[in-house]
């Protein structure tokens, strides 16, 4: 629903960078690689919600030092 909500225009080709904050829900330790895995599905719904391919998607991932128990993702530049 959030994703739909959003007001982002993507061109029809290229790239499409998104910044990934995952934000855990607790102090265990949480692997990065774990963690992009677990949002894939996620990640689907979101391209889904844009109507874009999602192989257009490139990523920079990372872990917050806080809990929270959330994913935030937000429109970034191309490394």
């Known amino acids: 629903m959030l994703a739909k909500q959003m007001d982002w225009v993507f061109s029809e080709e290229g790239p499409i960078h998104l910044d990934i904050e995952f934000v855990p829900p607790n102090k265990r330790a949480h692997d990065l690689d774990n963690c992009l895995a ?28 806080r809990v929270g128990g959330m994913v935030k993702i937000t429109r970034g530049a191309a490394p």
């Open 38 to 65: 677990a949002i894939k599905a996620g990640l689907d719904g979101v391209a889904d919600a844009w109507g874009v391919n999602d192989q257009r998607f490139t990523l920079t991932i990372h872990k917050a030092d």
